[in-house]
Nanobody, 123 residues
Framework: VQLQASGGGLVQAGGSLRLSCTAS????????MGWFRQAPGKERDFVAS????????NYADSVKGRFTISREYGSSTVYLQMDSLKPEDTAVYYC?????????????????WGQGTLVTVSS
């Protein structure tokens, strides 16, 4: 399974970006999906996850109320709408497919990862 992420770029603080990620295999539509991010010199952190049916969303405290994860039922494409961006959101964002139908926050449960897309938020 290959995941292709896109939508990253440079944006000013307070702006918005929408990331998208598509898995190459239809069976991914039965799996939960998630987004993680890794800032320079830091570990990869959980951002948001979503279940196979578009429900069961979960967010890191740092992005609650600003980011929205979504997918259509039965789709292997997941989106991350990022609003009110802050400089501390600057990172490489990775999408991943969980082994479970309801995705969680731990990176260990994710079996396939995208190549990452860079988001840079200027102050």
């Amino acid at each position: 399974v290959q995941l292709q992420a896109s939508g990253g770029g440079l944006v000013q603080a307070g702006g918005s970006l929408r990331l998208s990620c598509t898995a190459s295999r239809r069976t991914s539509s039965n799996n939960g999906m998630g987004w993680f991010r890794q800032a320079p010199g830091k570990e990869r952190d959980f951002v948001a996850s979503i279940g196979w049916n578009g429900g069961y969303t979960n967010y890191a405290d740092s992005v609650k109320g600003r980011f929205t994860i979504s997918r259509e039922y039965g789709s292997s494409t997941v989106y991350l709408q990022m609003d009110s961006l802050k400089p501390e959101d600057t990172a490489v964002y990775y999408c991943a497919t969980s082994r479970r139908a309801v995705a969680g926050t731990g990176a260990d449960e994710y079996s396939y990862w995208g190549q990452g897309t860079l988001v840079t938020v200027s102050s």
